[in-house]
């Protein structure tokens, strides 16, 4: 098939560009630049410009490439868009090797440029391209998104469209292409270096490759593309479960195909540092959700976990403050997801089974004289456990929980004047506590109520459920 025929195919199958498009080619001068631009003009579906970056790497050489590629746009008849950068400052300043802050700075060029005038970009990388890219992931031991290559199309800054419409032509295909044409091109002197790690790929292990393998080019090109498929399938069912997680924390995660969970916590962990985070740190954070607490460093920030959920270590967490709710019967919210239900003694068994992680407290007329609310943690607060026949501070019963410091000041007590006498232990089974029906059953668990407090009218004692709807 002839090259043009490929390119064609590879747009139209892969909607990668409409007739009538604008497109910006990412210009070079190298031979796989100039072939796009060629093929792109030939085709003659599209409005056509060119871009081209001038890294301020190599000099004389870099100079060079400019002015070819203005020669060549201004006998095509293509408009040329060029800039300069200093990549090696560049470099320094964002703390990134020369090769990353290049093609960083780059795309940041190209991206803006396109967007003035609403313009997809296309990049000339090609089958052999793709190649390199699926063995250098290898080598580095990546997930399935990494075994899938360099993608047809992508969104790159400002929602534009960055696509490679070569991904089916090898590098043979594209100089045979040019030498009919007797079209020259320039050769980046870089690439005969055998120091950066692709170029040793390119010019010792794929050469190898392709005697053992005559078809490793379009082998692997067929292979990405049926990988592609499988982590789209995936990703779509991620992005149904990160929907979840964003309601309900680890909840919605525990339990969860790894392939899934994985997806979503790396997906979230971007999100908060702006960097992808390699597999080894995605299994340590989520090693921390499921856990439900602790903070973790990553490429680009700290994460730590609060509530379920994974938010910027060291953030502060704005939320309304909390002011105490009275007592009464009936089921009533409180705060971030805890519930109330307060009930007389005849009425236990409705909530004998309301949550696995409730807890359970049966309220003497005594208690209930002193008029306990709902609140958050006071200082000097202790509570009773009748499990152990001690009492100890709030403070110490939460470090002995392990209760993360972040939690303590949102956990829910219920208690007059410094006596608490119920609280959830951070979701917890609280120590002592049992179920409504082993309550009941004990002679002294509901005494009268000689005096109803207030907001409690009917007599009889109460008993009362703390827990969480969504956790």
């Not at 793709?130 to 080598?139: D, I």
């Not at 993360?404 to 007590?413: A, L, M, N, S």
Request: charged share 30%.
């Amino acid at each position: 098939m002839k090259i043009i025929d490929k390119v064609r195919r590879r747009i139209r199958e892969g909607g990668l560009l409409r007739p009538g498009d604008r497109v910006l080619a990412a210009l070079s001068g190298g031979a796989d630049s100039v072939a796009l631009l060629l093929i792109l003009l030939e085709l003659g579906e599209y409005d056509v410009k060119a871009a081209h970056l001038n890294h301020g790497i190599r000099g004389e050489e870099a100079d060079g490439d400019e002015a070819f590629c203005r020669e060549l746009c201004g006998r095509l008849g293509v408009p040329l868009e060029t800039a300069r950068a200093d990549v090696p400052g560049e470099a320094k300043a964002r703390k990134v090797s020369e090769e990353t802050a290049a093609r960083d700075v780059r795309y940041e060029f190209l991206c803006r440029t396109a967007a003035e005038d609403g313009r997809a970009i296309a990049t000339a990388h090609t089958a052999c391209d793709n190649a390199e890219t699926v063995l250098f992931n290898m080598g580095r031991g990546t997930s399935l998104s990494g075994l899938c290559g360099i993608p047809p199309c992508r969104t790159g800054a400002g929602g534009v469209r960055i696509v490679r419409p070569l991904l089916d032509v090898t590098r043979e295909e594209i100089e045979d292409y040019l030498a009919v044409r007797g079209q020259d091109f320039r050769t980046d002197s870089t690439n005969f270096s055998l120091i950066p790690t692709r170029n040793r790929l390119r010019r010792l292990a794929v050469p190898e490759l392709k005697k053992i393998f005559p078809g490793f080019f379009e082998s692997v090109s067929r292979m990405t593309g049926l990988l592609r498929e499988d982590e789209a399938f995936i990703f779509a069912e991620a992005e149904k479960l990160a929907e979840e997680y964003r309601q309900t924390g680890w909840k919605a995660l525990e339990g969860k195909p790894g392939a899934l969970v994985s997806r979503v916590v790396r997906e979230e962990c971007e999100r908060i540092c702006g960097v992808s985070p390699e597999e080894v740190h995605v299994k340590a954070v989520t090693g921390l959700l499921a856990a439900g607490r602790g903070v973790y460093s990553l490429p680009g920030g700290r994460v730590a976990v609060i509530g379920g959920r994974l938010v910027p270590a060291g953030e502060e967490i704005k939320r309304e403050p909390v002011s105490p709710v009275p007592l009464r019967k009936g089921e009533y919210p409180l705060w971030d997801g805890w519930f109330a239900a307060v009930f007389c003694s005849d009425s236990t068994e409705k909530y004998s089974c309301v949550n696995k992680k409730a807890n359970f407290a049966a309220l003497r007329h005594d208690i209930l004289s002193r008029n306990p609310v709902f609140r958050t943690r006071m200082p000097g607060d202790r509570v009773f456990l009748p499990g152990r026949g001690v009492t100890k501070t709030l403070k110490k019963l939460f470090n002995e929980e392990k209760v993360p410091p972040e939690e303590r000041d949102r956990i829910p007590v219920l208690a007059a004047g410094s006596d608490v006498y119920l609280l959830p232990v951070g979701g917890f089974e609280a120590k002592g506590t049992g179920t409504a029906g082993e309550t009941a059953g004990k002679t002294d668990a509901f005494l009268p109520e000689e005096k109803p407090s207030a907001g409690v009218r009917e007599s009889g004692a109460l008993g009362v459920y703390l827990f969480r709807k969504d956790g």
